[in-house]
């Protein structure tokens, strides 16, 4: 990864376009998405990214539903950006859902709702199994993404944003992360999406647009396997193992 980097250009921004021709790439690669390893009901929460809304991933929950999981979006609206007000009331969404399915819960962020999965795990890594994020950018907050210059424009110190974040970043967590990135993303620069701090985080490119991360197939495809390499390596229920043993003790008795 180059050793600096520049948010992208705003005159760039048209390409995002491309991301449209994910939806009909997904249509077609559906019958191969629908094989994908299932689940068995463990709670997967979705969070947008900035400025959007639950709406945004109704798809990929849709997906995953079929797919087995009890996947639910995050139900708090439009995603405004205020990390310290919506991290509270996600954190009480997340214990719900771990309380109700005694299960952790698998967290998918998408860009800066990728930012907040992050940041929970961190604080809470006992309630999370994993977290994946798309395209979100862990270096610099909006410092490298399209919206640095109109968040200048309206006075906001994105300086002191990358040095908080920076700060958080020197906080170390365990939970393990899969982190999807592009080079074809014109809204977040890819090289702040690499963290080169964290040791359980794995990196994944793949080709898409900022837009296209919540419909292309690829993605789709990676999300549905990394969610089932993460169940088979959990160790069974102690509860299963209980009738196991109570079979067995049955069997010998017959």
Known sequence: MPESFEAPDPSRLFLEARGLFEFPRLLFRFPELVWQPRGEGQPVLILPGYGAGDGSTAILKSYLKLLGYRARGWGLGRNTGAAADLLPRILKRVSSLARRSKQQVHLIGWSFGGYLARELARERADLIGQVITLGTPVIGGPKYTVVARRFHRRGIDIEAIAAEVEM??????????IALYSRRDRVVAWQACIDANAQNVEHIEVRTTHIGFGFSPEVYKIIAQ????????????????????????RQAKR
């Open 168 to 177: 958080r970043n020197r906080i170390t967590f365990s939970t393990p992360v």
């Open 226 to 249: 990394r969610l089932a390499a993460k169940r088979a390596s959990e160790p069974r229920p102690a509860q299963c193992e209980f009738w196991r043993w109570r079979g067995a003790t």
